[in-house]
């Protein structure tokens, strides 16, 4: 059984000038305004925070209860569900760190990512698109919220799913749009169809790298170069349950660990590595519990959960921010697509798929703020409209816009001298201090005949 634990106390309100994201100018998170006969009242009381067998807290309101078995029929191979599959779809959990205004920003965010997402879908299928498509339908509250929660000077490495997070830190949808039709106005100018491109100088977004799991001892290296230029920095990158089992992801975390560098990593334990399910890859019921042979915080929240998910990245920001190092966020979901566009995803049971569809992350955010009374149907409908009209132009000048041409592939190839200056982007980093004179006799390096 689990056992309860005391959630943790809200934030002292602080007041600073805020940011679009709700920030305030030293990255902190803006108060809740709210008051009760001229007096600030206090936030809701949080739900309690449960713990598992091991210790790792699991903000969820529900725990699902459901296992995935291999099936054999002749010489044919599928995979059947059991479990409990009709409980009802638990309420979001009250941020503790959101305003309104904030709540209200990180939907607007989420619809835009959807809707640029089925826009590129029809591009794809009006064979406009060079290469393959890779959706996250289902994880616009993973990828927007943990984006929403950075400050203005912090890192991020998206992941394939991860193309809302780009919306937020500050890429137009035409900026994805072009990119996977390899115009010239794209990110990478035409030389690339999918999703290898970053911006260095303005956003602080790291490419995605296609060898998963590579992003993470990057993003741990990004973080280290910040402290050795006098900043402590969040470094956010995501990983999926499969590209986790990488070597690679083992050694980028336990290196962020020792070193206590400010990676914030989030797996989205998305239930299917491309067709495997998570039950055939690991033996472990929670992702979480790699923290601990880390040395390091991990924590497991619902996916779906636009506030679970802004909290706990909030909490881990901080933290990098302090210089306390990384954690590990787990957030449980589904992925509702298949791997690319390519696959259909028929391993998948219905009844699986059909579980999380009543989970969908924005239906469930939509129905929490007119819940709340912070967003009327008629707003809402009025909001929707806004983000439609603004991806049509985008998708508009995203068609409009030229190929490169052809004298421009090999521009850009190669850095030489004349392309950028080389520096710090920070400060200089402090010279470490050498030992003057010879090496003695016990420092000198032992040559074995």
């Not at 007096?39 to 296992?67: M, S």
């Not at 995501?238 to 980028?252: A, L, P």
């Not at 299917?272 to 923290?291: F, G, H, I, M």
């Amino acid at each position: 059984m689990a056992t309860k634990s005391k959630s943790a106390k809200s934030a002292k309100p602080t007041t600073r000038k805020t940011s679009a994201n709700g920030r305030t100018s030293s990255g902190k998170s803006a108060p809740i305004k709210a008051s009760v006969n001229g007096r600030p009242a206090p936030l809701a009381k949080a739900p309690a925070i449960y713990v598992n067998q091991f210790g790792i807290p699991d903000w969820r309101l529900e725990h699902p209860e459901f296992t995935v078995r291999e099936v054999t029929s002749g010489p044919e191979v599928h995979y059947e569900i059991s479990g409990k599959l009709n409980t009802p779809v638990p309420p979001l959990r009250e941020s503790k760190y959101m305003n309104k205004d904030q709540h209200l920003a990180l939907y607007r965010w989420m619809l835009m990512n959807r809707r640029m997402e089925v826009a590129l879908e029809n591009l794809y299928k009006q064979s406009k698109v060079v290469g393959g498509v890779y959706f996250g339908l289902g994880q616009e509250a993973c990828s927007c919220a943990s984006a929403f929660a950075l400050g203005k000077d912090d890192w991020f490495a998206p992941m394939i799913r991860n193309q809302g997070a780009q919306l937020v830190r500050g890429f137009h949808a035409r900026d994805i749009m072009m990119q996977y039709m390899a115009k010239a106005g794209s990110p990478t100018h035409g030389k690339d169809g999918t999703s290898h491109y970053g911006d260095i100088e303005k956003r602080q977004m790291v490419a995605p790298i296609s060898m998963l799991g590579d992003l993470l001892p990057v993003m741990a290296g990004v973080s280290l170069g910040a402290r050795m230029q006098g900043r402590e920095l969040a470094c956010l990158t995501w990983i999926g349950d499969g590209g986790q089992s990488t070597g690679v992801s083992y050694e980028g975390i336990n290196f962020a660990a020792v070193r206590k560098l400010g990676l914030v990593l989030i797996i989205e334990s998305n239930l299917w590595a491309y067709s495997t399910p998570t039950e055939y890859q690991v033996n472990v019921k929670d992702l979480a519990n790699r923290a601990i042979g880390y040395g390091m915080p991990g924590v497991i929240i619902d996916g779906t959960d636009a506030c679970q998910v802004y909290d706990a990245t909030y909490e881990a920001v901080e933290r990098a921010h302090r210089g306390e190092g990384p954690t590990l966020i787990e957030a449980k979901l589904m992925r509702m697509k298949g791997h690319a566009i390519h696959d259909a995803a028929a391993y998948v049971p219905k009844e699986m798929h059909e579980f999380w569809r009543t989970r969908d992350c924005i239906d469930r955010f939509q129905k929490y703020l007119i819940e709340k009374k912070w967003l009327t149907p008629a707003q809402d409908a009025e909001l929707m409209a806004g983000v439609e009209k603004e991806i049509d132009a985008e998708r508009e000048f995203a068609e409009n816009s030229p190929m490169p041409e052809g004298h421009t592939a090999a521009e850009g190839v190669y850095c030489d001298g004349t392309c950028h200056a080389i520096k710090p982007k920070y400060a200089m980093p402090k010279k470490a201090r050498r030992s003057e004179g010879k090496l003695k006799e016990t420092e000198a390096a032992i040559h074995f005949k």
